[in-house]
């Protein structure tokens, strides 16, 4: 969604700047071949978690700065409304970074 937003607020490749941080980590994680271990997640404390506090108070700043029914202030929104899970993967190196994987799943069923 801040992909859709960037042509109206330039301001979005801040969020997707921050997102696309998390994904280095996971790359990272790969690379030294220890996604699932002890190791995923002390990286993820260590490396996300600052990121995950850091989009968080981004996206409460600009919040106001965008009209809710804008591409920004749905963005915004979206991510908001779901933030109750969006940081759990910090918490567990056996929950991924996105859902990705279970949509494109979803996607060959139907």
């Not at 109206?8 to 994680?29: K, S």
């Not at 996604?35 to 995950?52: D, E, F, G, I, N």
């Not at 809710?68 to 970074?97: H, T, Y």
């Not at 990705?100 to 799943?105: L, P």
């Amino acid at each position: 969604m801040f992909c859709d937003a960037l042509t109206t607020a330039p301001e979005a490749q801040q969020a997707l700047d921050l997102i696309l941080h998390m994904y280095r980590v996971e790359h990272d994680a790969k690379e030294q071949g220890i996604v699932r271990t002890p190791a995923h997640l002390k990286l993820r404390k260590t490396r996300s978690a600052a990121t995950m506090d850091q989009f968080h108070t981004w996206l409460l700043l600009q919040q106001g700065q965008h009209l809710p029914k804008g591409p920004m202030g749905k963005a915004i929104s979206c991510a908001l409304d779901n933030w109750v899970l969006l940081p759990r993967f910090v918490k567990s190196e056996q929950i991924a970074v996105d859902s990705n994987a279970s949509e494109r799943t979803l996607h060959v069923v139907a």
